[in-house]
């Protein structure tokens, strides 16, 4: 008997390549409650969507940044890419800071060569980025470290940007989904 979780299924043929999205923003922006309302959105159409947070797969205890723990994070990351792709899986949604070009980059280097790919990044204003990350009980205290990088993710080069001021979580995501699906 095939094993469902390692065996494709041979009844899902898509007629494009699976499209990955890099979505990106500040600590604290959005980009956790926006990808989880647009695998709402996902529940009534017709693509297969998985969304992977790049964050995720740095859980890890004690927290370290090694050659160690990078290498980790990048083979689930390929891992993860080529499971969805094998899996039939239409969209692959990646979360992460993306806090330079780089970044993308290497999310780009472990997918398939010549896989779709668009890059969009989440903005507020900084009262907007400020409030939202304040007013999240699992952040801890905002300070220089945070500020630079939401600096650094605003500016940071992508295919697309989505205002996210004065909006919910929910209006975000039906922009990321009008804006994937044109």
């Known amino acids: 008997m095939p094993d469902p979780v390692t065996t494709p299924d041979p009844a899902r043929q898509r007629a494009a390549p699976m499209r990955l999205t890099l979505l990106g923003g500040a600590p604290g922006i959005g980009k956790t409650a926006v990808a989880r309302e647009f695998l709402k959105l996902a529940v009534g159409g017709t693509l297969l969507t998985q969304w992977v947070d790049v964050d995720a797969l740095w859980a ?29 899986i239409d969209l692959l949604l990646v979360t992460w800071v993306f806090q330079d070009a780089r970044m993308q980059d290497l ?42 990088r939401y600096y650094e993710a605003q500016r940071t080069p992508s295919d697309h940007v989505l205002r996210t001021d004065g909006k919910d979580a929910r209006a975000v995501a039906a922009d990321l989904a009008a804006l994937l699906a044109g």
């Open 107 to 148: 999310v780009r280097s472990l997918a398939p060569p010549g896989l779709p790919t668009v890059s969009v990044q989440l903005h507020a204003e900084p009262a907007t980025w400020r409030r939202r990350f304040e007013t999240d009980p699992g952040r801890p205290e905002l300070d220089d470290f945070y500020r630079r």
């Open 60 to 88: 890890h205890q004690p927290w370290e940044v090694s050659d160690r723990t990078t290498g980790m994070v990048q083979a689930n990351l390929r891992a993860v890419i080529a499971n969805a792709g094998a899996a039939g």
